[in-house]
């Protein structure tokens, strides 16, 4: 599956990010695809991820404040965040489950200055 994410960088407080993920296979074809974040001396902990009906699923730290996205023409995922808070700092992940088999692609690190 080889998720590839990448975006983020230093943001302000109050701003937002955009993150795309890029998938080997067609992510329609995964159990789940989605977004995760770990944030220094954390668990890494779900952001929002796609399930395989289609459905949305967000952490309420999130909701209201980010959206996740797909294009299946490219096979690729977006998450795009807004308002972001200094506790939003965190290395974000994408990770998809193809049948039973996780796959994590590297992350890439998001850090919202205050």
């Known amino acids: 599956v080889q998720p590839q994410a990448s975006g983020g960088g230093l943001v302000q407080a109050g701003g937002s990010l955009r993150l795309s993920c890029a998938s080997s296979?067609?992510?329609?074809?995964?159990?789940?695809i989605g977004w995760y974040r770990q944030a220094p001396g954390k668990q890494r902990e779900l952001v929002g991820v796609?399930?395989?009906?289609?459905?949305?699923v967000y952490a309420d730290l999130v909701k209201g404040r980010a959206t996740i996205s797909r294009d299946n023409a490219k096979n690729t995922i977006e998450l795009h965040m807004t308002s972001l808070r200094p506790e939003d700092t965190a290395t974000y992940y994408c990770?998809?489950?193809?049948?039973?088999?996780?796959?994590w692609g590297q992350g890439t690190q998001v850090t919202v200055s205050s």
């Open positions: 796609i399930l395989g009906g289609g459905n949305i």
């Open positions: 296979v067609p992510t329609s074809s995964l159990s789940r």
């Open positions: 990770g998809a489950l193809d049948g039973e088999d996780p796959h």
